[in-house]
């Protein structure tokens, strides 16, 4: 296949800012919605181990795991001339502003279920919800570790860097299955006698769901469109080079 010519390439990039943009109106979209369904039909917010902290648990998911995840895989499209470092730092402040966002809707659903009794960790969401936010925490603690901390060997992180790419997309799929599947876990419990009737609630859940999945693919279509990938600048392009000379064994002064 013939790579695309300079005008191609030209043109591609002027759709990306509307991509972007639509992006962020469904990502903001999924927290609205999340918050209508919890804070209206669902009775609101609180901290004091009743139904109402459990409501804290979705719009933290959705707002963390969801919105803020999916916009800090963006940031290498987003901001193109950027240096890498900047970058970086901005990747991984907004990864672990959603990792914390996170964490307090973990704890608001083990308050509500230990004050309640209810069993933890019985069912397929949550299995699935607790591997993503488990693989999560470790992605956010390795890739610091071996692309921010100042002793990182670049071998590592050239050796690392797919694997980091990989799991990250990986988690974020994961992140939309835990929350597909514990909304409908959801409306099954509150709406169990007349879900099928399709009542207003169930019709913003549901349209809830259709914008996760939309957020999602818009998200993914953006780091995987090869023209949009941020162009490297001359440093990286310099480290690059000293990296595969040193692979190679050959001599500095070559």
């Avoid at 459990?54 to 963390?64: A, E, K, Y």
Wanted: charged share 15%.
């Amino acid at each position: 296949m013939a790579s695309p010519s300079s005008d191609e390439v030209s043109a591609s990039m002027l759709q990306l800012p509307w991509f972007v943009a639509g992006s962020q109106a469904l990502g903001i979209g999924c927290v609205v919605l999340v918050g209508i369904w919890m804070g209206h039909y669902r009775g609101g917010f609180s901290w004091n181990r009743d139904v109402l902290e459990f409501n804290v648990h979705p719009l933290c998911m959705i707002l963390g795991m969801v919105f803020l995840y999916g916009d800090a895989i963006m940031v290498y499209r987003i901001f193109r001339q950027e240096s890498k470092k900047c970058i970086k730092i901005v990747h991984a402040v907004v990864h672990l502003g959603a990792l914390l966002t996170t964490i307090i809707g973990l704890v608001a659903v083990f308050h509500f279920h230990d004050a309640k009794s209810i069993p933890n960790l019985y069912s397929l969401h949550s299995w699935l919800g607790l591997t993503t936010v488990v693989m999560f925490g470790l992605q956010w603690v390795i890739g610091f570790l071996i692309f921010l901390y100042p002793a990182g060997l670049a071998a590592l992180r050239a050796w690392y860097l797919p694997l980091h790419t990989f799991f990250g997309l990986a988690i974020f799929i994961l992140a939309i299955a835990s929350s597909l599947t514990g909304m409908t876990e959801k409306l099954l419990f509150v709406l169990s006698d007349t879900y099928h009737n399709m009542p207003v609630e169930a019709m913003l859940a549901n349209s809830l769901g259709l914008l996760v999945v939309a957020f999602s693919m818009v998200v993914g279509y953006i780091v995987t469109r090869p023209e949009w990938k941020r162009p490297s600048q001359a440093e990286e392009e310099a480290l690059s080079m000293h990296f595969h000379r040193i692979t190679r064994g050959d001599d500095e002064d070559d």
